[in-house]
């Protein structure tokens, strides 16, 4: 990840996709997702605002929980700055040649990577630019394994290897870091991200009905009021048929905290406007970008 300068922050409209219908035939969750894309590129057949940028949740090709993520998981096998090669994975393949051309960013939320040289799985979420190229990659970074007697039990470290990097994409408009769920409990992530430029974090999520309401909006106004960003978490829809019942909710925050919209926890695509000036303002008004001292605390970035 560099520290290059970030692009200038513009106005841009982001659709998040609370994707729902998602059962154990692979193909049909594809091609539901791919469905779910289009409309959201079309601005809801133009009845909303087309977007700049699409967000899917986690794991959105298969369902959610260690005991599938073997059976589903696929190659992707992405270098930075080398031309993608996408029949590498079947999931990519399905969800880049989506009309109209140019497509807007696509953040296509995670789904289970298997490393093809070691054989270690990742949960993985994929950027691809307008022209389907894929231009950056996030390995979660922190693995959810949590025990709440009486509640829930999950353990993706079972079948998942950590993410070793923190990563951002810069775009035509914004730089946004990245982040997959249970990341977001960890503020380094975020913050290393925000002080090396970041105007927006997002984070393709499937918090559960037990953290759901405790943590879910909290946590995400945490992160944006103390870094000052843009907050953005991506759920899928809450299925109680399923082993794993989703929050929902999928959410963007401002960069003081107000929640600008919210979904309910069935399936939906959220269209939000993003303004800057939100952003410049939150900044000016309460200036801690430029009042934390370093010489009294090491800056997390590494780049004090």
């Known amino acids: 990840m560099s520290s ?4 200038a922050f513009k106005p841009f409209n982001l659709a ?3 994707l729902g219908q998602v059962g154990v035939d692979k193909a049909a969750n594809l091609k539901h997702a791919r469905e779910m894309i289009s409309k959201a590129v079309s601005g809801d057949g133009g009845n909303k605002p087309k977007p700049d940028l699409v967000v899917l949740p986690e ?9 599938y993520f ?5 190659n992707i096998a992405y270098t930075p700055g080398q031309l993608y090669d996408v029949d590498k994975s079947e999931s990519q393949q399905v969800l880049i040649t989506i009309p109209p051309r140019p497509l807007p960013m696509r953040v296509l939320g995670s789904i289970p990577e298997r490393e093809q040289s070691t054989g270690k799985l990742y949960n993985t979420a994929t950027v691809y630019s307008p022209k389907g190229e894929l231009v950056a990659m996030h390995r979660k970074v922190h693995l959810f394994d949590i025990d709440i007697p009486g509640k829930i039990t999950f353990k993706e470290s079972e079948n998942l290897s950590p993410g070793e990097t923190i990563n951002h994409l810069d775009t035509e408009f914004a730089r946004i870091g990245l982040g997959i769920c249970y990341d977001v409990r960890f503020p380094e992530l975020a913050m290393t991200c925000a002080r090396r430029g970041c105007h927006m974090m997002i984070y393709p999520s499937a918090f559960n009905t037990t953290t759901g309401p405790m943590h879910w909006e909290l946590l995400q106004r945490a992160r944006a009021v103390d870094n000052q ?3 953005s978490m991506c759920s899928p829809a809450r299925d109680m048929t399923q082993s794993y019942h989703a929050w929902g909710h999928s959410m963007v925050v401002d960069p003081m905290g107000r929640v600008l919209e919210e979904a309910g926890h069935e399936e939906d695509i959220l269209y939000v406007h993003i303004d800057p000036k939100t952003f410049e303002d939150a900044r000016a008004a309460i200036p801690v ?3 934390r001292r370093f010489g009294v605390y090491p800056d997390v970035a590494g780049e004090s």
Do not use: K
């Not at 794991?59 to 005991?67: A, D, E, K, P, Q």
């Open 4 to 7: 290059t300068t970030a692009p």
């Open 16 to 18: 998040l996709i609370q």
């Open 59 to 67: 794991c959105f090709n298969s369902l959610y929980g260690h005991t």
């Open 70 to 74: 073997p059976e589903t998981s696929e």
């Open 229 to 231: 960003v843009f907050f």
């Open 289 to 291: 970008t430029t009042q």
